[in-house]
């Protein structure tokens, strides 16, 4: 079984940034993927961001140019820096780790908001 404890959400202004952490119980060397996803309400849960083992990375093409995704192997860990951030951002955003199976974290509540 793996774990995934993402941080650092909250509340911030139109045109802020914020960085989210997501923390795993085991390598993520193990791992094809690490991955970021969001679901606001009313909607379905959508892929914002991912890094593979090889490091190559893709975004969505509303976040690309203002959101970065990258990982520390040394501490299973992986981030997702936001900035530019717009209410739109606002969802709560998960982790996924992606073997032959994914694991989810909680998720981390991202408000945007003046």
């Known amino acids: 079984q793996v774990q995934l404890v993402e941080s650092g959400g909250g509340l911030v202004q139109p045109g802020g940034s914020l960085r989210l952490s997501c923390a795993a119980s085991r390598s993520i060397d193990s791992f094809y993927a690490m991955k970021w996803y969001r679901q606001a309400p009313g909607k379905q849960r959508e892929l914002v961001a991912a890094v593979t083992s090889g490091g190559s990375t893709v975004y969505a093409d509303s976040v690309k140019g203002r959101f970065t995704i990258s990982r520390d192997n040394a501490k299973n860990t992986v981030y997702l820096q936001m900035s530019s951030l717009k209410p739109e951002d606002t969802a709560v955003y998960y982790c996924?780790?992606?073997?032959?199976?994914?694991?989810w974290g909680q998720g981390t509540q991202v408000t945007v908001s003046s």
């Open positions: 996924n780790a992606e073997a032959l199976r994914n694991y």
